[in-house]
């Protein structure tokens, strides 16, 4: 079969599978925007369950189903060199001549599988349709790229894991925090939340088959989204460099010491190597770096203090021991999640270090509006003395008076040298805060 007819059957196919039966996501696509709708974030996380999710919208509020043309690029037989774009258009044309492309949904989902899309799309945008949808794991291609590429013709989305309020959903959970009913399977899923994480697949399991599946998905994520499409030929360096970074879990990171740590391993690399497997990381979405706050924003972005978060702590606990019980650094990981999640390309979060330390500031534009600490346990008296410190520190410096302490189940209020703390379980100000 000829890749064009291949094509047609594909369009068919999917076509008469709409609508699909699935749980919607918070996250909604425009759909008329006039813009290219981009779609990132890290393998299996959702981003096609979002396409999809959009594509019953239209379908819903009359689209017809010929209208939406949806093609996967992760599909090995479309291995599509740039001269045979064009096919995707042909193929649709021969099956329904009648309608025009201005009319048409296009959903490219994966696309940077494919090389040189971008002046394909752009041609698309700029002569036949202002109806394009386009998913990616590669968030630099997604977000630095196409801004050149494609030159302020997208909105951009990034999709993450299920937000603690999705994976209620997901389990069929009462999300109302006020019913007292509810509040010990909250507490229960709160912390399978944080044990396990939010990939899509394993939220609807019973986690026990967890370490298998998810060590399946860093596998492809190492070598096809780093290894190859980055051609990094030197694979125990990279193995190794995860390796230190998952154990460094919240903490400041210093390349320095890990490339010293390398040679003497006796591997070879050199310091620009390992500055660039962070960025390649950071890129697929598996790991991300969070700087600490400086009067220069210059400082900020180029001191080497960056603590280091990852994409899901279900992942992070399939990769390594260290962090099994650690449930403090776990809960710490899904806090920064959830605020880097509603925070687009991690403007405006930071963390304070002073005489003692804030874990999260979060700043609206230019102003420090909430201070943030993350702790399992407050109810001893020298943890609380600690994690308050670190509040009152930050409060004095950024001129803010909204704190809190995240913590698995203490709730309280306190004051403390004329400033006002709240002190709230995770699964409470997950969803009644969903936007912090």
Not at 7 to 36: A, C, H, M, T, W
Not at 117 to 124: A, D, L, N, S
Not at 221 to 243: A, H, M, Q, T
Not at 320 to 329: E, W
Request: charged share 25%; with cysteine.
């Amino acid at each position: 079969m000829n890749k064009k007819e291949l094509l047609k059957e594909k369009i068919r196919d999917f076509q008469n599978s709409l609508p699909y039966k699935l749980i919607p996501r918070e996250i909604s696509l425009p759909v008329d925007s006039g813009k290219i709708v981009t779609v990132t974030g890290v393998r299996r996380c959702g981003k096609t369950h979002v396409l999809y999710d959009t594509i019953n919208h239209l379908i819903s509020g009359g689209i017809a189903k010929e209208q939406i043309l949806f093609l996967s690029f992760d599909d090995e037989r479309f291995n599509f060199k740039t001269e045979e774009f064009d096919l995707i258009l042909r193929a649709y044309r021969e099956l329904f001549p009648e309608i025009m492309l201005s009319e048409v949904y296009i959903f490219f989902d994966e696309i940077q599988m494919a090389d040189h899309w971008e002046q394909f799309v752009r041609r698309i945008y700029d002569s036949e349709t202002k109806r394009i949808f386009l998913s990616g794991s590669n968030s630099k291609m997604l977000a630095s790229d196409i801004a050149t590429s494609l030159r302020g013709r997208t909105l951009q989305f990034e999709i993450f894991p299920l937000s603690f309020s999705e994976y209620c959903d997901f389990n069929a959970l009462d999300k109302d925090i006020h019913l007292t009913k509810n509040a010990a399977k909250l507490l229960n899923a709160s912390k399978a939340f944080v044990k396990f994480g939010s990939f899509p697949e394993l939220s609807l399991t019973d986690h026990s088959n967890y370490d298998n599946i998810l060590q399946e998905y860093y596998f492809v994520l190492l070598y096809k989204d780093i290894v190859e499409r980055y051609n990094i030929r030197n694979v125990p360096v990279l193995k190794y460099f995860v390796s230190r970074l998952l154990n460094n879990l919240s903490k400041p990171t210093s390349i320095n010491k890990i490339y010293n740590e390398v040679r003497s391993a006796g591997l070879k690399t050199d310091k620009n190597l390992l500055y660039q497997l962070l960025d390649h990381l950071e890129a697929v979405y598996f790991s991300f770096r969070l700087s600490r706050f400086e009067q220069s924003v210059l400082k900020s972005e180029l001191t080497l203090d960056k603590k280091v978060y990852f994409i899901d702590n279900g992942l992070v606990n399939s990769l390594t021991y260290s962090h099994q019980d650690d449930f403090g650094k776990l809960l710490e990981n899904s806090i920064f999640l959830w605020l880097r999640s509603n925070i687009p390309f991690q403007r405006g979060l930071y963390y304070y270090k002073g005489k003692t330390e804030c874990d999260f500031v979060v700043f609206d534009k230019d102003k420090p509006v909430k201070l943030i600490q993350a702790c399992w346990d407050v109810s001893e008296p020298d943890t609380l003395k600690r994690e308050v410190a670190g509040l009152i520190e930050a409060a004095k410096y950024f001129n803010c008076n909204d704190l809190t302490i995240i913590t698995a189940d203490n709730q309280l209020e306190i004051s403390e040298k004329g400033l006002h703390i709240k002190i709230m379980p995770a699964w409470k100000t997950f969803i009644s805060n969903m936007k912090p």
